[in-house]
């Protein structure tokens, strides 16, 4: 892992060339540090703060042979503007056995301590006690940005470490929440690679990752493809200053200038980063240390004298969780200290059971799974429903994290919730409830000696199941559902009985006048027939709407003009199977109804240079303006919210025109059918009337046709055939002389500008319009 030390770029280097080029991958000394708080004794390792009252025992593990001799000094702080006591500062003699020994107590007032390797020369200690008590601030800031960078690196190893234990294959599954679990964001192009370039990657990289800690920091930005300024303007902000936030993945940062000041003939500052293993802690230096004036200082941060920041755990998932799975993990979020650091000691689940039973189970931190996994235990403890809290030590201090729920399937069954009841022929839902649904692990179907069918479900809350069982085709008959679970011996059978759906009757909607009606209910593909006072209705194409079916029925007796408007009636359907069902039904308000009493065909910008003359008023050119006038039929008036409704096709849209009315009787509208229904709209248009949302009956309007631009008609003086010319001559079928000879016929897909016709017998050519082969056409030709 020494690779990984390249990562420590919120470390402090000695001026700013060498701080933009080293990093700290150099090993340095190893202190061998103790806290000692109300009686009990830990490594610093697991001591996340200081106390004061704390009794600190501090050892150098210098090689036997260390040539140089080195002083080393515990000074506490307490604040930038006010500077310790000269009685803060505590040394020892690392080269006398019965002197090399820091022995103390952190005092009342202290704010942070920091440990200093001071060369052994003359008035070097005496220099260093002047540095800190002339400028206290810098060595508050350096134990800070160091502090922070210990822990950032503490995640960022533990994240490597995972990853680098793993082949590519499983990374994809895994560092997704490993990144979670310890709060780092990532370029994922470095999993892709083999595990040496893989952490070279994750380590070096100027954008390959950002570590962001919900404990201590709102900031998360994701540097994978951005410049490294980026990273370097994140590293300057207020968080990132007071040691709340670390870029500290490939970002150099110069912090060399808070000890700039105490640079002399005599010493030098170097930081030094603290990397805590076990009982030990390992400094880490960015710059080579100097044994010729001017002689280096190593400095390191010890943890903050500060109120325990218990860490902020939160349940990663509230839904109730299965006691007897195996493994079983409490998902966590919201302090990824807890998964990289040793701070966190005798975790343990404190279970509760329905009976008050408590019971302790020890847990252990995993970031690759998310969370605490739980030791083994006796299936037995856990009932029903029982409670559990995440609790131990942080340090020195108690804490309790979240509660979780668990759920185990001993003493519980599953039945079908209510009146369930499963239908064949389609896919039929169905709710289970009573037992614990988190752990459950299949649902299965058995009907017969057939195949066992696999059963769709998912969690409906704590103690229910929400099942799609797949009965389509099935005839029936007993099914049977199997739900297997963990820590259930056996799977539980529940057997239901399948029945074939029968038709369910909603309603009949007939109007008044109309011949036909529709039919609206289930299993509607069951009707044969609807009596209405000796009316017989037919079924028509069954339609499907979600879980409602539509069925269109149809009469053609006379009799069914009849039933009046308001008419309550009592309908029976015939299932074909011989049962009839009686419906109550009320006809309904007849169709709005109108016929057409006049239309103007007006053509709309010059007329072309070789118009064709139109015969009659059915057909309309798609170009010109169309305006047709109605008369509302029966007890239909017109309103000012009644619409008339235009389409040339059954592919075409259907477009509503206002009306404008001339009185409840009579109303104008007017469209170009070109612009209204598009260029390509041609054929028979139709319109009905619309009110209330109910529309009437389709009726004829015209004949929609379009015409040709026709430009010149050029003829030789010697006779001959003569040469049209104009656009869109596609829209033409034919063109002849008026007389029996054969016509000429446009090709289809013609795209050119001119063609050869006949010449005009009489001083007129007959055309055939593609859409509306049948109508007389003609072009007049001067003489």
Same mark, same amino acid.
């Given at each position: 892992m020494r690779g990984i030390a390249c990562v420590a770029t919120a470390g402090l280097g000695i001026g700013p060339a060498a701080a933009e080029t080293t990093a700290f991958d150099l090993?340095?000394?190893?202190?061998?540090?103790?806290?000692?708080?109300?009686?009990?004794?830990?490594?610093?390792?697991?001591?996340?703060?200081?106390?004061?009252g704390d009794r600190l025992r501090i050892a150098a593990e210098l090689p036997a042979g260390q040539g140089a001799r080195y002083r080393l000094v515990l000074a506490f702080l307490r604040g930038a503007t006010n500077p310790p006591p000269k009685n803060w500062l505590v040394s020892a003699e690392t080269w006398k056995p019965k002197k090399a020994t820091i022995d103390a107590v952190v005092p009342q007032g202290a704010g942070q301590a920091v440990v200093l390797m001071v060369p052994e020369t003359g008035g070097a200690l005496d220099a260093v006690g002047s540095a800190i008590r002339s400028r206290p601030g810098a060595f508050v800031r350096a134990s800070q940005e160091l502090n922070q960078a210990m822990l950032d690196r503490a995640r960022l190893e533990t994240f490597v470490d995972r990853v680098t234990r793993r082949d590519p294959a499983a990374l994809s599954a895994v560092s997704p929440q490993l990144a979670r679990s310890l709060a780092v964001k990532l370029d994922t192009d470095c999993l892709l690679r083999q595990p040496d370039a893989r952490v070279a990657c994750l380590t070096q990289g100027s954008n390959a990752a950002v570590l962001a800690d919900g404990q201590t920091s709102s900031i998360a930005q994701t540097l994978a493809g951005a410049p490294a300024d980026i990273a370097l303007q994140l590293s300057s902000t207020p968080q990132a200053g007071f040691g709340y936030y670390s870029p500290y993945v490939g970002v150099i940062r110069d912090v060399a200038r808070i000890f700039g000041a105490f640079q002399s003939a005599q010493l030098q500052f170097i930081p030094a980063l603290g990397v805590q293993h076990g009982p030990t802690t390992a400094l880490l230096l960015n710059t080579v240390p100097s044994f010729r004036k001017p002689q280096s200082v190593l400095v390191a941060a010890l943890p903050s004298v500060a109120p325990p920041a218990l860490p902020p755990l939160s349940a990663g998932d509230e839904s109730a969780l299965c006691a007897t799975q195996p493994g079983l993990v409490l998902p966590v979020s919201g302090a990824p200290l807890?998964?990289? *650091?040793?701070?966190?000691?005798?975790?343990?689940?404190?279970?509760?059971?329905?009976?008050?039973?408590?019971?302790?189970?020890?847990?252990?931190?995993?970031?690759?799974?998310?969370?605490?996994?739980?030791?083994?235990?006796?299936?037995?403890?856990f009932g029903p429903g029982t409670q559990a809290t995440l609790h131990g030590l942080w340090g020195f201090q108690p804490f309790d994290g979240p509660t979780f729920r668990l759920v185990a399937p001993a003493g519980r069954?599953?039945?079908?919730?209510?009146?369930? *009841?499963?239908?064949?022929?389609?896919?039929?839902?169905?709710?289970?409830t009573g037992a614990a649904a988190a752990c459950v692990t299949t649902v299965a179907m058995e009907r017969g000696t057939g195949p066992v069918q696999g059963v769709a479900w998912r969690a409906?809350?704590?103690?229910?199941?929400?099942?799609?069982?797949?009965?389509?085709?099935?005839?029936?008959?007993?099914? &049977?559902?199997?739900?297997?679970?963990?820590?259930?011996?056996?799977?539980?059978?529940?057997?239901?009985?399948?029945?074939?759906?029968?038709?369910?009757?909603?309603?009949?909607?007939?109007?008044?006048?109309?011949?036909?009606?529709?039919?609206?209910?289930?299993?509607?593909?069951?009707?044969?027939?609807?009596?209405?006072?000796?009316?017989?209705?037919?079924?028509?194409?069954?339609?499907?709407?979600?879980?409602?079916?539509r069925l269109p029925m149809t009469t053609d007796m006379a009799a069914v003009g009849a039933l009046q408007p308001g008419q309550s009636r009592e309908a029976r359907v015939t299932l074909n199977d011989g049962r009839v069902v009686p419906l109550k039904m009320t006809v309904a308000p007849a169709r709005p109804a109108a016929t057409l009493v006049g239309k103007t065909v007006?053509?709309?910008?010059?007329?072309?240079?070789?118009?064709?003359?139109?015969?009659?008023?059915?057909?309309?050119?798609?170009?010109?303006?169309? &305006?047709?006038?109605?008369?509302?039929?029966?007890?239909?008036?017109? *309103?000012?919210?009644? =619409? =008339?409704?235009?389409?040339?096709?059954?592919?075409?849209?259907?477009?509503a025109l206002p009306l404008r009315l001339q009185d409840p009787r009579v109303g104008i509208a007017a469209f170009v059918p070109s612009v209204t229904l598009g260029d390509s709209a041609h054929g028979p248009l139709r319109f009905r009337l619309v009110q209330n949302g109910v529309a009437g009956d389709w009726q004829p309007l015209a004949t929609l046709v379009r015409l040709p631009t026709l430009t010149a008609l050029r003829c030789p003086p010697a006779g001959g055939r003569c040469m049209l010319a104009g656009d869109g001559l596609f829209l033409v079928r034919s063109v002849s002389d008026g007389t029996d000879a054969p016509a000429t016929a446009i090709p289809d897909g013609f795209t050119g500008g001119t063609i050869e016709v006949p010449r005009p017998a009489s001083g007129r050519l007959a055309v055939s319009l593609r859409d509306a082969p049948e109508a007389p056409v003609s072009l007049a030709v001067a003489p």
């Amino acid at each position: 892992m020494r690779g990984i030390a390249c990562v420590a770029t919120a470390g402090l280097g000695i001026g700013p060339a060498a701080a933009e080029t080293t990093a700290f991958d150099l090993a340095g000394p190893v202190l061998r540090i103790s806290v000692t708080h109300g009686g009990e004794t830990l490594p610093l390792s697991q001591v996340p703060n200081l106390s004061a009252g704390d009794r600190l025992r501090i050892a150098a593990e210098l090689p036997a042979g260390q040539g140089a001799r080195y002083r080393l000094v515990l000074a506490f702080l307490r604040g930038a503007t006010n500077p310790p006591p000269k009685n803060w500062l505590v040394s020892a003699e690392t080269w006398k056995p019965k002197k090399a020994t820091i022995d103390a107590v952190v005092p009342q007032g202290a704010g942070q301590a920091v440990v200093l390797m001071v060369p052994e020369t003359g008035g070097a200690l005496d220099a260093v006690g002047s540095a800190i008590r002339s400028r206290p601030g810098a060595f508050v800031r350096a134990s800070q940005e160091l502090n922070q960078a210990m822990l950032d690196r503490a995640r960022l190893e533990t994240f490597v470490d995972r990853v680098t234990r793993r082949d590519p294959a499983a990374l994809s599954a895994v560092s997704p929440q490993l990144a979670r679990s310890l709060a780092v964001k990532l370029d994922t192009d470095c999993l892709l690679r083999q595990p040496d370039a893989r952490v070279a990657c994750l380590t070096q990289g100027s954008n390959a990752a950002v570590l962001a800690d919900g404990q201590t920091s709102s900031i998360a930005q994701t540097l994978a493809g951005a410049p490294a300024d980026i990273a370097l303007q994140l590293s300057s902000t207020p968080q990132a200053g007071f040691g709340y936030y670390s870029p500290y993945v490939g970002v150099i940062r110069d912090v060399a200038r808070i000890f700039g000041a105490f640079q002399s003939a005599q010493l030098q500052f170097i930081p030094a980063l603290g990397v805590q293993h076990g009982p030990t802690t390992a400094l880490l230096l960015n710059t080579v240390p100097s044994f010729r004036k001017p002689q280096s200082v190593l400095v390191a941060a010890l943890p903050s004298v500060a109120p325990p920041a218990l860490p902020p755990l939160s349940a990663g998932d509230e839904s109730a969780l299965c006691a007897t799975q195996p493994g079983l993990v409490l998902p966590v979020s919201g302090a990824p200290l807890v998964f990289a *650091t040793d701070y966190a000691r005798q975790m343990a689940v404190r279970l509760t059971g329905s009976g008050g039973r408590v019971m302790e189970i020890p847990a252990t931190a995993d970031p690759a799974r998310g969370g605490y996994v739980l030791g083994a235990a006796d299936a037995t403890a856990f009932g029903p429903g029982t409670q559990a809290t995440l609790h131990g030590l942080w340090g020195f201090q108690p804490f309790d994290g979240p509660t979780f729920r668990l759920v185990a399937p001993a003493g519980r069954s599953w039945r079908a919730a209510g009146d369930a *009841t499963l239908v064949v022929g389609r896919e039929t839902p169905l709710r289970l409830t009573g037992a614990a649904a988190a752990c459950v692990t299949t649902v299965a179907m058995e009907r017969g000696t057939g195949p066992v069918q696999g059963v769709a479900w998912r969690a409906d809350g704590a103690d229910a199941l929400a099942l799609k069982v797949p009965l389509a085709g099935a005839g029936p008959g007993d099914v &049977t559902i199997v739900v297997s679970s963990q820590g259930a011996t056996e799977p539980q059978r529940i057997r239901i009985r399948a029945f074939a759906e029968a038709s369910r009757i909603a309603s009949f909607d007939l109007r008044a006048g109309d011949r036909g009606g529709v039919l609206t209910g289930t299993r509607l593909d069951q009707v044969a027939a609807l009596d209405i006072d000796g009316v017989e209705f037919r079924p028509g194409p069954l339609e499907r709407s979600g879980a409602t079916d539509r069925l269109p029925m149809t009469t053609d007796m006379a009799a069914v003009g009849a039933l009046q408007p308001g008419q309550s009636r009592e309908a029976r359907v015939t299932l074909n199977d011989g049962r009839v069902v009686p419906l109550k039904m009320t006809v309904a308000p007849a169709r709005p109804a109108a016929t057409l009493v006049g239309k103007t065909v007006e053509r709309i910008g010059p007329a072309p240079a070789l118009p064709l003359a139109l015969s009659g008023d059915e057909l309309v050119p798609a170009d010109a303006r169309l &305006t047709f006038s109605l008369r509302a039929e029966g007890a239909t008036r017109l *309103t000012a919210g009644t =619409v =008339v409704e235009v389409t040339a096709g059954e592919s075409l849209p259907v477009v509503a025109l206002p009306l404008r009315l001339q009185d409840p009787r009579v109303g104008i509208a007017a469209f170009v059918p070109s612009v209204t229904l598009g260029d390509s709209a041609h054929g028979p248009l139709r319109f009905r009337l619309v009110q209330n949302g109910v529309a009437g009956d389709w009726q004829p309007l015209a004949t929609l046709v379009r015409l040709p631009t026709l430009t010149a008609l050029r003829c030789p003086p010697a006779g001959g055939r003569c040469m049209l010319a104009g656009d869109g001559l596609f829209l033409v079928r034919s063109v002849s002389d008026g007389t029996d000879a054969p016509a000429t016929a446009i090709p289809d897909g013609f795209t050119g500008g001119t063609i050869e016709v006949p010449r005009p017998a009489s001083g007129r050519l007959a055309v055939s319009l593609r859409d509306a082969p049948e109508a007389p056409v003609s072009l007049a030709v001067a003489p």
